[in-house]
C-alpha cells in the first residue's frame, strides 16, 4: 500500500486548509468525470457516475460506512473504496468522530415508527399530518386498539418514497422541534421487515390474519375462511387480536387471501396476508462451538467477546450460576436510576413492544419480547421441584417455545435448581435465548 493510501485508510493524514481541499476535490471531479452535489448536510459524489446506462443499482447494493476521521475528504475516500469495485454513489456526511471506520450492508430503511400518537387519530389525520411537515410519504400504517377498534394503538408506521426521503424526515421530527396535535411524539427507525425469499413463500399455505376482535373464537374464523370452499382449513391458531389460519394447500390459501381481505368478522374489518415463515436458524442458532451467534449477541444486547468484560444482567446475587460449566452472558447492565414525577409532568400509555431490547433489564422480558417480535405464542413456564439433600425445596422452569407459523414446538430447561421462584425463572429464559 502507499504511504498515502496508508494516511487515507488510517485516518492520519495531514490537515489541509480550506483552499488545498477544495483544489483537491475538484482534481477528483477532473480525474474521475463524476459530479459532486453539496445540500442538505451531506455531499454527493457521482450517483449516477459518467456514462452509466441503465437503472440505479438495487437494493442490497449500497454500505453504510461510520466513524471516518473529521480531516478526511473523497479524494482520499474514493481511491480506498475503489478497490472493492466501481462506485455508483458516494454521499459523505458532515459528521465524523475520528476513530476507526465501520462498515455494515445499508438496511435501505424507509419506514419511520412514530410514538405517543393521541389514541383517537385516525390513519388519515396521521397521514395529513405527516405529509405536512415531511416529504415523500407515501403511506401510514396504524394498527387498531385490541378491544377498541375505534381508537389506535398509540403508534404508527410511516413509509416514505426512500431511505433518503425517510432519514431527512427522521431529523425533521426530532422530538421537541414538532409537536402534532400539542404532542412531543417519539420518533425512530421501525425495525427492518424480515425479508423471506420468493422460493420459500411460494411454498406458504398458512395465513396471518389480524385486526380481529379479542372475542372472537378459532372456530368462528375457521368457520369464515372455510365459507368460500368448505374443508379446506386445516386448524387455526389466535392470539388476542392475530391469528394464523392454517390451510391443506397452497392454492386454497392463496384464494382465501385475496376472498377474505377486507372482509368483517364480528364487526372488524379483517387484514389477511401469507403468513412468513420464521428461520429460527438464521439468527439465533449457537455455533457449533457453544457460542453464541453474533447476531444474537447484537440482539439481546451481550458484550462482545472481545472485551473480556461481562456485565449484570440485574439479577439478585443467588443467581450466580453456570450453563454447562460456562458462566452464561448477560446483556448489558441498563440505567436503574429513578426520578420524580412533577406536578402536571404528562404520561403516554405505552406498549411494551414499542420499545427497544435496551430498555429491559431481565431475560424474562427478553424472551417475551423476542418471541413477540417472531410472532410466536408467548412462552409458556412449567415449574418443577425437588428436594435438596438439606431438606430444601429447589426449583426449576421449563419453558415451552411455540412458532405458530409452522406450529413446531421446542423445551427448554436449564441443568441447575434454584432457591427462589425469581431466580428459578430468570435462569429457564436465559437458558432459552441462548439455545433458540
Not at 483544489?23 to 457521482?46: C, D, I, P, W
Not at 389506535?152 to 421530527?173: D, K, T
Not at 425495525?191 to 396471518?208: A, I, S, W
Request: one cysteine or more.
Amino acid at each position: 500500500m502507499h504511504e498515502e493510501d496508508k494516511a487515507a485508510a488510517n485516518g492520519c493524514g495531514k490537515i489541509r486548509s480550506g483552499a488545498q481541499n477544495g483544489a483537491a476535490l475538484l482534481a477528483l471531479m477532473e480525474k474521475t468525470g463524476y459530479s459532486m452535489v453539496q445540500q442538505n448536510g451531506q455531499r454527493k459524489f457521482g450517483g449516477p457516475p459518467p456514462g452509466w446506462e441503465g437503472p440505479p443499482p438495487p437494493r442490497g447494493c449500497e454500505v453504510f460506512v461510520g466513524k471516518i476521521p473529521r480531516d478526511m475528504y473523497e479524494d482520499e475516500l474514493v481511491p480506498v473504496f475503489e478497490r472493492a469495485g466501481k462506485i455508483y454513489e458516494l454521499r459523505l456526511m458532515m459528521e465524523f468522530s475520528g476513530k476507526f471506520i465501520g462498515v455494515c450492508v445499508s438496511l435501505d430503511n424507509c419506514r419511520l415508527f412514530i410514538g405517543a400518537i393521541p389514541k383517537d387519530k385516525k390513519k388519515e389525520e396521521i397521514l395529513n399530518e405527516m405529509k405536512k411537515v415531511t416529504e415523500g410519504v407515501v403511506d401510514v400504517i396504524v394498527y387498531p386498539n385490541a378491544t377498541d377498534k375505534t381508537k389506535n394503538r398509540g403508534f404508527a408506521f410511516v413509509e416514505y418514497e426512500s431511505h433518503r426521503a425517510a432519514a431527512m424526515a427522521r431529523r425533521r421530527l426530532i422530538p421537541g422541534t414538532f409537536q402534532p396535535w400539542g404532542h412531543t411524539i417519539q420518533v425512530d427507525w421501525a425495525d427492518p421487515e424480515k425479508v423471506v425469499d420468493e422460493e420459500t413463500m411460494q411454498r406458504v399455505k398458512v395465513l396471518y390474519v389480524r385486526n380481529l376482535m379479542i372475542s372472537t373464537t378459532e372456530d368462528k374464523i375457521k368457520a369464515e375462511f372455510n365459507k368460500f370452499k368448505p374443508g379446506v382449513v386445516e386448524r387455526v391458531k389466535k392470539l388476542r387480536d392475530y391469528a394464523f389460519v392454517h390451510f391443506f394447500h397452497r392454492e386454497d390459501a392463496v384464494a382465501a387471501m385475496s376472498i377474505m381481505n377486507g372482509k368483517c368478522i364480528d364487526g372488524a374489518s379483517i387484514e389477511v396476508t401469507l403468513a412468513k415463515p420464521v428461520n429460527k436458524e438464521s439468527s439465533w442458532k449457537p455455533h457449533f462451538n457453544g457460542q453464541i451467534s453474533p447476531s444474537s449477541e447484537n440482539l439481546l444486547g451481550f458484550p462482545n467477546k472481545e472485551d473480556g468484560t461481562q456485565k449484570s444482567l440485574g439479577k439478585p446475587a443467588s443467581l450466580s450460576v453456570r450453563l454447562n460449566g460456562q458462566h452464561s452472558p448477560s446483556p448489558p447492565e441498563v440505567e436503574r436510576s429513578t426520578y420524580p414525577i412533577f406536578p402536571g409532568i404528562k404520561l403516554t400509555p405505552i406498549s411494551m413492544y414499542s420499545l427497544k431490547l435496551s430498555h429491559f433489564s431481565s431475560a424474562v422480558m427478553h424472551l417475551d419480547y423476542f418471541c413477540h417480535k417472531n410472532s410466536w405464542a408467548p412462552p409458556e413456564y412449567c415449574l418443577y421441584s425437588t428436594t435438596s439433600q438439606d431438606g430444601k425445596i429447589l426449583l426449576v422452569y421449563k419453558v415451552l417455545i411455540s412458532s405458530i407459523a409452522d406450529d413446531s414446538q421446542s423445551y427448554f430447561m436449564p441443568e441447575k435448581l434454584c432457591t427462589t421462584v425469581e431466580d428459578a425463572k430468570e435462569l429457564a429464559a436465559q437458558f432459552t435465548l441462548l439455545h433458540l
